[in-house]
């Protein structure tokens, strides 16, 4: 129902930065998650950082310190700053909205990270 569609991947060498962004299309949600996931070939898809709309964070300890997620409401939009990143953070990355009250899941189609050592 709900589309997401992320930007900001790219080829970067370690320790660089890099910032994706989250646009989600429709109505504006309130009560929701909003997050980041990767997977590698092989892999399965594992959480890396979200937000929920009051602000609150979490983040996987890999990624502690190095990357920080933000929101903006008004416009549905999720952001993951990424800095000092490393070659074992090459990955895509998938944007994640999820509505609390509704019980909903949305994804969207992953932007490719690659980090050269």
């Known amino acids: 129902q709900v589309q997401l569609v992320e930007s900001g991947g790219g080829l970067v060498q370690a320790g660089g930065s890099l910032r994706l962004s989250c646009a989600a299309s429709g109505s504006m949600f309130r009560a929701t998650v909003m997050g980041w996931y990767r997977q590698t070939p092989g892999k399965q898809r594992d959480f890396v950082a979200h937000i929920t709309s009051g602000g609150s964070t979490d983040y996987a300890d890999s990624v502690k310190g190095r990357f920080t997620i933000s929101r903006d409401n008004a416009k549905n939009t999720v952001y993951l700053q990424m800095n000092s990143l490393k070659p074992e953070d090459t990955a895509v990355y998938y944007c994640?909205?999820?509505?609390?009250?509704?019980?909903?899941?949305?994804w969207g189609q992953g932007t490719q990270v690659t980090v050269s050592s």
């Open positions: 994640n909205l999820r509505r609390i009250l509704i019980g909903t899941d949305s």
